[in-house]
């Protein structure tokens, strides 16, 4: 029989990044294409701790089902960690538990968007999360970035001169692609022109704990006045991806619905992957966890850079990230990081070409590099095939 | 500010169900109304067994991103489970993990639902399959059924009159809410209805290894000829509901579509929950898990339905299920259950009122009882009280 698919599903297609993973996982490759931790850093033996604990103690409730709105333990830990580290006033009720940062962004796109709803990001944005607002068949309407955020007279144009915009997406730290930050007045301006517009602000922050160097930024939500931010955060960048335990943070009134869609969604969180995750937070120290995290992580950042400063031909750019996880290479306009890509394959050198982080496509000449996933020597060396390879496009 | 929301939810409103076991978490409760499995009975020793090896012998695996699909040994596992079970012919890349059964249901909407589309289904029917599914705007038409399932010439009625069914939802073992199977013909003619009509059905089938008494009967989708059967299994009811570890299993050219909207939902499911559940398949017996899960819920089903004999008023009739976790009871015409329950509340006993589980409405004389969740002599103890209160309402 032929198939009759929901209209929604004409507009998905695969993620290319994750259908270059599959072409990548062949030793040999080399591949900065992927957003993964550095799974040498996972705190193994603790969690084999954390497990037994849980269950001898608690068993029978850690393997049973649970409420929609997750541990209470781990909610109020949310809400302490935020407000302490970005000046947030959250409490714990406050807090959903979700399946990774990835169905905060699924709900989100459920609780707020009809079709044809418009959808502000930044230029380039997270490509998973224009796939789980695309389900929602939304449009999008890029706002102009630079190395300071999104700019604020740019999105009071377009929040002037369109209708039905329901959300403003953002990465306001060490953001995925660009590995850029915003600065302290964009992030006020920004909020200053949502509450203006009664817009809600999504403030999407993974990797906002993995700073290399300099002070943490007030987040946007501490900036808000009316409600309109919603916080979503991960332990997936700080602990490990693999329990797909994230949150989404914001005014009852709004979470409340999150609850309600969850409910249908898929009911609730992993009940032991919650209860062994507030048990590890409190028997350990995640701030020490996290440290080693983040000078691993520098150590590789600064490699990259040094690397791409001293081999990429002169007419390359790229973000030099002050955290997180990515760096965004720019080539000159004419080059088509498609093409690069074909090419460094076959040197068995892998990345994300930036053209999916484009909703509305375009700025093919761009590509992705993540540096937190492998050792010293393979950055180096694949870093240097990578110049080789540029250097062919650009003689 | 005032909050804009999607116009779907405006249709959604908080499950009866979990609102009710919030108000029955007081131990002196007597609750019949979740459809919470046995927790005394979940292997919890063999988990921890399971949590060392894996984290041992492959810690940075199990803590990782993995692949949308699921991790390639369980969907293995499963693919021939079925198979052997249920008569099918599926092979692991027809196997999607979904978060437990919920997720399936929700990504099932989400790949076939446009708004105001139909929706068939028992009457009544699973109630949390009426929350995912009318998150997509659809509209729902039950189907009239008796104790053989389904009615196929009301259902071929329904097809020949109706435009835009995209989907049948069936649980034909076991059924949550009335613990009704449905015959061997019925299950025959059903399938023969929707292959002529060209029409998805969902079969769901999360209690079938439950089985009390009687043969297993072949599944719909060992019926199907055209690939219009979708099957949905869950290890909640037969290893731990806190896993949230589900599947899909269809034609590949679905199960595709099943992948992209699982990407953009939430990645993939917990990958450690994954692996163990594959490792305990490896090292331990299932079918004697099973087996003792099935005699524990038989002593309590057998017990549960002599004391509604015994003690329930005449005009209360109620389904002697074979397998599963649920009976039904139907009340005379002019009594509410909701009264019921607002006076059994009083002597400490809860279940779930039956009106809930008609997507439509009505039929507010009718209730469902959970039998698998406590020992026998509290269900003694609550069906003798519970029937003092219907003899006070049918005297």
Redesign the interface.
């Known amino acids: ?9 004409a507009q ?4 290319e990044i ?1 259908e270059i993973l ?1 072409v990548t996982e062949r030793p040999e490759v080399i591949s900065f294409a ?1 957003g ?2 550095a ?2 850093l ?1 705190p ?1 033996k603790e ?2 701790a954390v ?2 604990i849980v ?2 103690e608690n ?10 709105e997750g541990f209470a333990p781990l909610r109020e830990w949310i809400a302490q960690r935020m407000n302490k580290g970005l000046g947030t006033g959250f409490e714990a009720d406050e807090i959903l538990l ?3 940062s ?2 905060a ?2 709900l989100s796109g ?6 044809g ?1 418009v959808v502000l990001c930044e230029s380039p944005t997270y490509l ?1 999360a224009i ?2 607002f ?3 068949s939304c449009e999008f309407i890029e706002v102009p970035t630079d190395d300071e955020g999104m700019i604020p007279e740019e999105l009071e144009k377009i929040l002037e001169n369109t209708k039905n915009v ?1 959300l403003i997406y953002t990465i306001p730290d060490f953001q995925n692609p660009t590995g850029r930050t915003w600065s302290l007045e964009r992030r006020e301006l920004v909020v200053k022109a949502a ?1 203006k517009h ?1 817009v ?1 602000i999504i403030e999407d922050n993974p990797y906002g704990e993995l700073r290399f160097e300099g002070d943490a930024m007030p987040s946007l939500k501490s900036f808000d006045e ?3 931010v919603i916080c979503l955060g991960t332990f ?1 960048k700080i602990f ?5 335990i994230g949150w989404v943070a914001g ?1 009852k ?2 979470i409340s ?1 999150y ?3 969850k ?11 919650q209860m062994e995750i507030a048990k590890y937070l409190e028997l350990y120290s995640i701030d020490d966890h996290i440290s080693k995290i983040r000078s691993v992580y520098k150590i590789r950042r600064d490699l990259a850079v040094k690397i791409m400063e001293d081999e990429f031909p002169e007419t390359v750019t790229f973000t030099r990230p002050k955290g997180g996880l990515f760096a965004w290479v720019e080539l000159p306009p004419n080059i088509n990081a498609r093409d690069v890509l074909e090419k460094s394959l076959k040197k068995n050198v892998a990345f994300v070409p930036g053209g999916s982080f484009f909703p509305n496509g375009g700025r093919e000449n761009t590509l992705r590099l993540n540096f937190s996933n492998m050792p010293e020597d393979r950055i180096v060396e694949g870093l240097k095939r990578l110049a080789g390879v540029l250097r062919e496009f650009i003689s």
């Open positions: 029989m032929e198939f009759k698919f929901a209209n929604r599903m998905l297609k695969a993620s994750r599959k992927g993964l931790p799974p040498e996972f193994i969690i084999m497990n037994k269950l001898e068993g029978t409730k850690a393997l049973q089902y649970t409420t929609t979700t399946h990774g990835q169905q962004l699924d459920k609780v707020f968007l009809n079709e709803d998973a796939s789980a695309k389900a929602y329901k509450m009664e809600i009316i409600g309109c997936s490990c991806p693999g329990y797909r005014d009134g709004i619905k609850v309600l869609v409910q249908g969604a898929d009911l609730q969180c992993n009940t032991i992957a």
